[in-house]
């Protein structure tokens, strides 16, 4: 797995889908040009509350200030992922928007949940894969997506991949 190093964008006037899947094609390419033999995956995620983007905090303060936010409330995390084979002149890219819903939660709450993970690198400043019990109530959507990859639509978009290049190679 090669790192992407592209420079992650959120204008205002694109929506939550649209913003990832600008930043997913954004990484994809950076590495694609670098290996442009190779099919390559880009992905990024975002929680959005309402209109707000939630990103990845830059400091404790701002990781409590975003739970807070979030608790007792819905958002959506969405995922843009791209897939490119510079090579072979394909290119795919698609989101996926999972809505969750945390429990209403205390300034203890918080902290205890905070002093389990680290928050920095995670949009919203939480993981749902670590201790997502303590503050998560309900999901409807992609478990997956909401860890950072919805695998269940990559897999469909991967068949649906192979089955063209398959059908390319028979013309």
Known sequence: MLPGTAVEVAHEHLSPWEVC??????????????????????????????TAILGKPATPAEARDMLARLQGRTHQVVTGVCL???????????????DVTFLPLSGAQISDYLSRINP?????????????????????GSYSNVVGLPLERLREELAGWAGAKKQNSLS
Request: charged residues 25%; hydrophobic residues 45%.
């Open 84 to 98: 490119v084979h510079l090579r072979e002149h394909r290119e795919r890219i698609f989101a996926v928007s999972t």
């Open 120 to 140: 920095l690198d995670k949009a919203g400043g939480y993981a749902i894969q670590e201790h997502g019990e303590l503050i998560i109530s309900e999901i409807s």
């Open 21 to 50: 899947q600008l930043n997913a094609h954004r990484k994809a390419r950076v590495v694609a040009k670098r290996i442009p033999d190779a099919l390559v995956l880009g992905a990024d995620t975002l929680v959005f509350l309402e």
